[in-house]
């Protein structure tokens, strides 16, 4: 049997968990968010929802919010892309983007999900969004700069950015940096580049 251990302080483990300060650390918040991609006919497209509060109120964004507590980012991805479209497909795990910048709400941490359908469905949305549809993708690169391009109608919604990319040639979210944009909130933009080149 593995013998219990004491620290410098002469402490066991529970009596160091007593004394613990989880205040010690800063600590993000912890948000999901949905890719949820289809084939339109001619082209891929991707499910965003208008957002209907601060901050980037009216722009588009990828389904997704903050995770509950006892909720597993699992879950929470299931929940969010339900409640923002009314869509309840699988998704995978794609990614978890860090950047401390990436909210301006302060520090958040989000686990991206990842779904693709043969077609699109319609979506209803709900809860905090106040739109969702699907958008078809383009985007044009000059060198390391990137601009994406989602058409929906007669919306159009874009972001300039300046991607980083790895050894490997896969995009660098955390490095990489959104230079403008023009209806597309948050980092989405390079997590939806990065999402496309990993399909």
């Known amino acids: 049997m593995f013998e219990a251990m004491t620290d410098e302080q002469g402490r066991d483990e529970q009596q160091f968990l007593q004394e613990y300060d989880r205040t010690k650390y800063d600590r993000p ?3 999901v968010d949905n890719l949820l991609f289809a084939d339109c006919g ?5 499910l965003m929802v208008r957002r209907g ?3 980037h109120m009216g722009y588009w964004a990828l389904p997704g919010g903050f995770v509950n ?4 980012a699992e879950e929470a991805a299931s929940r969010e892309l339900a409640e923002e479209t009314g869509i309840g497909v699988a998704t995978e795990q794609l990614i978890t983007v860090s950047t401390p910048n990436r909210d301006p709400r302060g520090w958040t941490v989000s686990t991206c999900f990842m779904g693709l359908l043969g077609e699109p469905v319609a979506p209803k949305a709900g809860d905090d ?11 044009l690169a000059s060198g390391d700069v990137y601009k994406l391009i989602l058409r929906s109608g007669d919306i159009t919604a874009t972001a300039e950015l300046r991607l980083v990319r790895k050894e490997d040639g896969k995009v ?3 490095r990489s940096e959104i230079l403008m944009r023009d209806g597309i909130a ?3 933009a390079s997590i939806i ?7």
């Open 29 to 31: 918040s912890y948000t």
């Open 42 to 46: 001619d082209g891929l497209a991707v």
């Open 53 to 55: 509060g601060h901050p």
């Open 69 to 72: 507590s006892g909720e597993s």
């Open 129 to 139: 969004a106040a739109d969702a549809r699907w958008f078809n993708i383009d985007y």
């Open 172 to 174: 660098d979210i955390n």
């Open 186 to 188: 948050f980092d989405h």
């Open 193 to 199: 580049i990065y999402a496309v080149e990993s399909l």
